[in-house]
């Protein structure tokens, strides 16, 4: 069993920073960091191994966006740098905790345990 608990969203002007955390428990393979905003697919936004700390990002958040673990604390963080409005999105971190072949690491279907979601704004 995997519990996530996640922090950190908020408001922010574009071209801000804002950092997420996700605080879990349990024993998982792979964490990822999704958002899905109003209408929308829920979209990968960044994954990472827990074991190797290799670490995987959708196009649209390469070089602003860093995906990072503290496995010491088993804490999870989203760094976010140059935020844009279309960022704005609810904020998910998501565990696969039984390495669940036949889907690509972006892809929510993978991912069995979810946390509740931050808010993140990011207005113009």
């Known amino acids: 069993q995997v519990q996530l608990v996640e922090s950190g969203g908020g408001s922010v002007q574009a071209g801000g920073s804002l950092t997420l955390s996700c605080a879990a428990s349990?024993?998982?393979?792979?964490m990822g960091w999704f958002r899905q905003a109003p209408g929308k697919e829920r979209e990968g936004v960044a994954a990472?191994?827990?074991?190797?700390?290799?670490?995987y990002y959708a196009d649209s958040v390469k070089g602003r966006f860093t995906i990072s673990q503290d496995n010491t604390k088993k804490t999870l963080y989203l760094q976010m740098n140059n935020l844009k409005p279309e960022d704005t999105a609810m904020y998910y971190c998501?565990?696969?905790?039984?390495?669940?072949?036949?889907?690509?690491?972006?892809?929510?279907?993978?991912?069995?345990?979810w946390g509740q979601g931050t808010q993140v704004t990011v207005s113009s």
């Open positions: 990472i191994y827990s074991r190797s700390g290799s670490t």
């Open positions: 998501a565990a696969d905790s039984s390495l669940s072949d036949g889907w690509q690491l972006l892809n929510y279907r993978r991912y069995d345990y």
């Open positions: 349990g024993y998982y393979y792979i």
